[in-house]
């Protein structure tokens, strides 16, 4: 599986501290591609850490679903959220 880390963190293995403070976010804007769109959080080695449902080195590639939630759902930000039923 992915790691899924808590805001604080970041990288493949959670083992990165990011750094969250304005002066930080002001000098590493354009560090990583894109800001990370948005979409997450850019770390100290100048690669984003993208929030839950996002991936690529800029963040912009939402995550599918497994098995598109086998017709039986609907996929978002790479979660199955079950129909009725």
Known sequence: GKCRCLP?????????????????KKDNKTACP??????????ASSTCSCDPGYAGADCLREVP????????????????FCLPG
Do not use: F, P
């Open 8 to 24: 604080q963190y970041g990288g493949a293995d959670c083992s990165e501290t990011l750094d969250h403070s304005i002066e930080n």
């Open 65 to 80: 679903c497994e098995n598109n939630c086998n017709g039986r759902g609907h996929c978002h930000r790479g979660r199955c």
């Open 34 to 43: 894109k800001d990370c769109n948005g979409r997450g959080v850019c770390g």
